[in-house]
């Protein structure tokens, strides 16, 4: 069996003030959390370290929402790996649908970032989706196909098991539209038939595989409850410690 894992991924919100609310909010939720299952907090990096300091002995780990693949030199802006485990962080977003449409990420640029953070200790959850377009154009699996090959390029088998795939169809993400349990569960079966081809059955089996899109309080137990479905990645309803207690909950049953 493989352990649940759910991200939230809080994106460009939450000042100090408003993070310290929402932390303390799922502090206090904390005592809910399901054994065997893994709850990550993605907030931006203005609130890492303020973060790390309050979960002091409470069961969720921290992640960053992104990173660069030096360590560290004349990168106005950004974020190296070894700065984001100095305040804690244990995960890391890597190639979410938004840094690959709004900021230009290729799949190289996320292959780089992926060998990087796996190198230096952190676990990457790697995004992958198709568009609307895509999906419409029924190249779904060629799309996905085409991610994960290039995020997982000369990755070794003794490290890629550490990886996270977050399958999030970009249609889905922060409309309100969600894949149904039966189309992810179809792109995720898929995912674990490369993972499967790439390396082997063995970790195909042990890869965790998030479906990330539109999750909420409602709709995901029914995702979770699909065998090849193994966590979430929370966007909009990670924002509240209700909501988003609501789904680590509902991977448990
Ligand atoms: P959403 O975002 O839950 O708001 O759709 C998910 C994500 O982008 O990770």
Redesign the pocket.
Known sequence: MRPKVI?G?W?MNKDADGSVELINGLITRSGEIPNGVTVVLCPPFTSLAIAQRLLDGVPMALGGQNMHYEDEGAFTGEISAGMLKSVGCTFV?IG???RRQIFGETNDLVNKKVKKALSAGLRPII?VGETLEERERGVTEQVINVQLKGALQDVPENEVSRAII?Y?PVW?????K?ATPDQAADVHKYIRKILGQFYSWNIAEKTIIQY?????PDNARGLLAKADIDGA??????LKPESFMEIVKASAS
């Not at 990330?212 to 909420?216: E, N, Q």
């Not at 990645?233 to 990670?238: P, S």
Request: glycine share 22%.
């Open positions: 991200a991924n994106k977003i979410h649908s938004e995004c977050a999030e889905a993400i922060g409309t309100g969600n990330g899109g539109s999750v909420k990645l929370v966007g909009g309803a990670c």
